[in-house]
């Protein structure tokens, strides 16, 4: 079970820490990612980890403002979100996969995907 947390509401220019914990049953993961999704659009990547290397991979439209990491003894993958913009508003996924060498840009590369969290970024 993966389980989102820290959205809210923030004005552009501010600041959010999103954070993704795995509960339950342990699995293997190979890589985690963030994606999020706005009002009629689909779901796009934003940012990824290999989750025992730490080379991490950023969507194009976030770098230089997000950061995704990862924390063993927590258990969790965050992303910190800075400089946020109106463009940034959605819900926001965390996903895990299992396997080794997929595009973590493809969210058919992941098996198991968090419920949501809503990230709301006023002009």
């Known amino acids: 079970q993966l389980q989102a947390s820290g959205g809210g509401l923030v004005q552009a220019g501010g600041s959010l820490r999103l954070s993704c914990a795995a509960s339950?049953?342990?699995?293997?993961?190979?890589?985690m990612g963030w994606f999020r999704q706005a009002p009629g659009k689909e779901r796009e990547f934003v940012a990824s980890i290999d989750w025992s290397a730490g080379n991490t991979n950023c969507a194009d439209s976030v770098k230089g403002r997000f950061t995704i990491s990862r924390d063993f003894a927590k258990n969790t993958v965050n992303l910190q979100m800075n400089s946020l913009k109106p463009e940034d508003t959605a819900v926001y996924y965390c996903?895990?996969?299992?396997?080794?060498?997929?595009?973590?840009?493809?969210?058919?590369?992941?098996?198991?995907w968090g419920q949501g969290t809503q990230v709301t970024v006023s002009s």
């Open positions: 339950g049953r342990t699995f293997s993961r190979s890589f």
């Open positions: 996903a895990a996969s299992r396997t080794y060498g997929l595009n973590s840009r493809s969210r058919d590369a992941y098996d198991y």
